[in-house]
T-cell receptor
Framework: SQQGEEDPQALSIQEGENATMNCSYKTSINNLQWYRQNSGRGLVHLILIRSNEREKHSGRLRVTLDTSKKSSSLLITASRAADTASYFCATDQAGTALIFGKGTTLSVSS | NAGVMQNPRHLVRRRGQEARLRCSPMKGHSHVYWYRQLPEEGLKFMVYLQKENIIDESGMPKERFSAEFPKEGPSILRIQQVVRGDSAAYFC???????????????FGDGTRLSIL
């Protein structure tokens, strides 16, 4: 069954703007991860946030986690055309398999 | 490039044929995961293997699909008697220890796009 659900499904912004994507999940987790997928390619790991963490930064990325609401957000600041991709959140399942949402398709135009 | 290598990148089969997808994990990784992605969908877990062992195959269809990770060589995902519904992108990922439970990210290959005629 689908664990993570991203929102919005699609997002179009201009270069330099910020992009915010949200993810909701259903069951308790060990951690939540965000991945990026460029068209025709595999997934690239962006950031992992543990269940006891509330916020994490990596370069232009900021991830928050609210376990009481079972939700997470990914913020990309000062977006670039190269950020155009699909973004997926993934939660673990018994510490092995990742369960992915359907993703948010981000388009950044110059 | 010492990343996860999958081959072939594209595979075309006719209904009823067999498809074999290969995955070489990153160097030093002994855990392999297979996922399937349908168009406009996220990835769906299929199977998790360690060397010579299937640890979790809860996402694998009971018939026609099998996976192995031998002591030597790549992991193989095998689909027998393929049907049109098997058309999808199949991704392999690897990790150095038990996946995300130990807070380890999984590293993905670029996938095999399987098309069934």
């Amino acid at each position: 069954s689908q664990q993570g659900e991203e929102d919005p499904q699609a997002l179009s912004i201009q270069e330099g703007e910020n992009a915010t994507m949200n993810c909701s999940y259903k069951t308790s987790i060990n951690n939540l991860q965000w991945y990026r997928q460029n068209s025709g390619r595999g997934l690239v790991h962006l950031i992992l946030i543990r269940s006891n963490e509330r916020e994490k930064h990596s370069g232009r990325l900021r991830v928050t986690l609210d376990t009481s609401k079972k939700s997470s957000s990914l913020l990309i600041t000062a977006s670039r055309a190269a950020d155009t991709a699909s973004y997926f959140c993934a939660t673990d399942q018994a510490g092995t398999a990742l369960i992915f949402g359907k993703g948010t398709t981000l388009s950044v135009s110059s | 490039n010492a990343g996860v290598m999958q081959n072939p990148r594209h595979l075309v089969r006719r209904r009823g044929q067999e498809a074999r997808l290969r995955c070489s994990p990153m160097k030093g990784h002994s855990h392999v995961y297979w996922y399937r992605q349908l168009p406009e969908e996220g990835l769906k877990f299929m199977v998790y293997l360690q060397k010579e062992n299937i640890i979790d195959e809860s996402g694998m269809p009971k018939e026609r699909f099998s996976a192995e990770f031998p002591k030597e060589g790549p992991s193989i995902l095998r689909i027998q008697q393929v049907v049109r519904g098997d058309s999808a992108a199949y991704f392999c990922a690897s990790s150095p220890s038990v996946g995300s439970g130990n807070n380890q990210p999984q590293h993905f290959g670029d996938g095999t796009r399987l098309s069934i005629l």
